[in-house]
């Protein structure tokens, strides 16, 4: 069955640690997004991509970094994790009209 | 720029009764529009999407919504509320050819009662 997913669903970890949230789909989309989201706000777009070796920032800086290596897979890593990186991280994928999301990865620094 | 205005924050309706929840937006461009569900812990689900043609859209769950030119609005509308519906809707808009990026309102919770 054609999917995104995002691993972990729930991550608490040290501030200072490296972290890398994985984000991988199955349909086949050129177009993938990292989205970051606090609690009862929207969206805000921190990463795209386009395509195999094609990474762009966002609407909203993000100290995170993205590679795209292969079109199915879309990591995120943060070198250095603070609590001001707490927050959900949604992952999407689209086709010619529509983005399809993962179930994110709720992230905890403490 | 674009941007999307979810006026109200949080709703409330009773089992039963209609849901409205509005969503304005500004766009350059004819835009494509679309709302999203969410319920905690979750990622998004598409309710419905308007694109081209019809202006008035039919989504899952008995929801639908109608693209109107003139008042730059995509209001959100279910005949009869079910407690399944409670969660958080998200208005979103894209422009076309702009690579499908998405501008997100601020969303509205959307709360059922007996």
């Known amino acids: 069955e054609a999917d995104i997913y995002q691993t972990p669903r729930y991550l608490v970890i040290g501030t200072g640690k490296k972290i890398t949230l994985e984000c991988s789909q199955t349909m086949g989309h050129d177009k993938m997004y990292w989205y970051q989201q606090d609690p009862g706000m929207e969206l805000h777009l921190i990463h795209y991509?386009?395509?195999?070796?094609?990474?762009e920032k966002g609407d909203l800086s993000s100290e995170s970094t993205v590679s795209r290596i292969r079109t199915e897979h879309f990591p995120l890593t943060l070198e250095s994790a603070r609590p001001s990186h707490t927050s959900q991280y949604l992952c999407?994928?689209?086709?010619?009209?529509?983005?399809?999301f993962g179930p994110g990865t709720r992230l905890t620094v403490l | 720029a674009q941007s999307v205005t979810q006026l109200g924050s949080h709703v409330s309706v009773s089992e039963g009764a209609l849901v409205l929840l509005r969503c304005n937006y500004s766009s350059s461009v004819p835009p494509y529009l679309f709302w999203y569900v969410q319920y905690p812990n979750q990622g998004l689900q598409l309710l419905l999407k308007y694109t081209t043609g019809a202006t008035l859209v039919k989504g899952i769950n008995g929801f639908e919504a109608e693209f109107k030119k003139s008042e730059t609005s995509f209001h959100l509308t279910k005949p009869s509320a079910h407690m399944s519906d409670a969660a958080e809707y998200f208005c979103?808009?894209?422009?076309?050819?702009?690579?499908?990026?998405?501008?997100f309102g601020t969303g509205t919770q959307l709360k059922v009662e007996l």
């Open positions: 979103a808009v894209s422009e076309p050819g702009g690579g499908n990026k998405l501008t």
């Open positions: 991509s386009y395509g195999v070796n094609s990474t």
């Open positions: 999407a994928s689209s086709d010619i009209s529509e983005q399809f």
